[in-house]
């Protein structure tokens, strides 16, 4: 099945007065057997690094294949995605040969799948190249359910509502972002691991003492002031919380998605 999306797509600051805006148009085609899951994170994976202008499906040479890719205009790499179930094997291989200043970005569907993956990557060589991005559990087989041949999609990136009171912003939770209408989640956590196995939960200045799953060691929590994020050395719209929504329009009627964007960590 062919898929063509009229994509405009926003990032937001709470400092910045005007949202950068960027259009497009995208056509993907589904490879034989492919979910549409699969689609709809490759669609995801697309908006978030909009700026790389990467392309999707396309070898540049090497033994693997990546879900999206991005080129310089001499033919470096820029930007590798995987998206969904990746085999440690090519992880490790893929880690090893982007090298260190490549943004090497594996998309999963929900929390819990990303962390999965991240306690499975504890030995291979760099898993400090392996950032791993997830979303509400729902949404991307949500967006997958609403996807049809010929789509207008409106999508914002910004901070997440919950962790703007967490890092003196001022601004409150809206209960109208969350991806469930009326139910007020839990900021997400991210765990990250250092060599000695301790994790810690980085939320919305709420405590926490409770492990992460499957780790040993303490556990503290911070805001995002206090951390050293990806962000500066990949690209803006991606950050340890992010929140993303979507207005999906197409013959199937109009869809309003919304869900928080976390990083996980081997």
């Known amino acids: 099945m062919k ?21 497009t148009k995208l056509v993907l ?20 690094f909009m700026e790389y202008e990467p392309r999707i499906e396309e070898g540049i040479g090497w033994h693997y294949k990546p879900d999206l890719v991005s080129l310089d205009a001499e033919g470096r790499l820029r930007l590798w995605i995987d998206c969904g179930n990746i085999a440690v094997r090519k992880i490790d291989r893929v880690a090893q040969k982007v090298g260190a200043h ?3 970005i594996i998309l999963r569907r929900t929390q819990r799948d990303a962390l999965l993956l991240a306690q499975s990557l504890g030995r291979m060589r760099f898993p400090e ?25 409106r999508a914002a990136i910004g901070p997440h509502p919950e962790m703007l009171s967490g890092i003196g912003l001022g601004a409150q939770p809206d ?45 503290s929590t911070t805001d995002m002031t206090d951390m050293t994020g990806i962000t ?9 919380l992010r929140h993303i929504t979507l207005h999906l329009e197409n013959r199937k009627g109009d869809n309003a998605l919304a869900s928080a964007i976390t990083l996980q960590q081997p």
């Open 29 to 48: 085609r589904a490879a034989p057997g492919e979910v549409t899951w699969h689609i709809a994170l490759k669609v995801l994976g697309y908006l978030l």
């Open 175 to 219: 209960e109208h972002m969350h991806h469930k209408a009326g139910h007020k989640q839990k900021p997400p956590a991210v765990h990250t691991a250092g060599a000695t196995g301790t994790s810690r939960t980085l939320r919305a200045s709420r405590p926490d003492t409770t492990d992460s799953p499957g780790r040993t060691g303490t556990t």
């Open 232 to 240: 500066g050395a990949m690209h803006p719209a991606v950050s340890q």
């Open 129 to 153: 190249r392996v950032h791993i991005l997830s979303f509400d559990k729902g949404f991307v087989d949500a967006l997958a359910g609403a996807l049809d041949a010929t789509n207008h999609i």
């Open 102 to 104: 490549v943004p090497f």
């Open 3 to 23: 898929y063509t999306l009229n994509i405009t797509r926003k990032l937001l600051a709470p400092d910045a007065p005007d949202a950068l805006e960027m259009r």
